[in-house]
């Protein structure tokens, strides 16, 4: 069973770098040929896939967000991780790490495993 666990800060100020890490216990990020999405959820709002990182290190963001998001990870912690730059609070939501065998989408379905969450709030 494949366990995903987020880390990061709850509260960042507007315009800072907002860094979170996700933990894998039960498998291998490099195992072919999963990928390990970032989602984020804002408040009253639906899902919204920001990026990924593929089992062999390839790396795909969402066009929206591209300019203010880096996606890297660390094989021998098997851990990958999330920067977002110059948040402001409209970056406020619950943000999730998850595996799946697609990139780009926002339904929910379509992931396989899922973190509980972690809520960043963006506020000065």
């Known amino acids: 069973q494949v366990q995903l666990q987020e880390s990061g800060p709850g509260l960042v100020k507007p315009s800072q770098t907002v860094s979170l890490t996700c933990t894998v216990s039960?498998?291998?990020?490099?195992?072919?040929?999963?990928?390990w999405s970032w989602i984020r959820q804002p408040p009253g709002k639906g899902l919204e896939w920001m990026g990924a990182i593929a089992y062999d290190g390839s790396i795909y963001y969402r066009p929206s967000l591209k300019s203010r998001t880096s996606i890297s990870r660390d094989t021998s912690k098997n851990q990958f991780s999330l920067q977002l730059s110059s948040v402001t609070p409209e970056d406020t939501a619950v943000y999730y790490c998850a595996l799946g065998l697609r990139v780009g989408t926002d339904l929910r379905e379509e992931y396989d495993y899922w973190g509980q969450g972690t809520q960043v709030t963006v506020s000065s």
């Open positions: 039960g498998g291998s990020i490099t195992t072919s040929y999963y990928y």
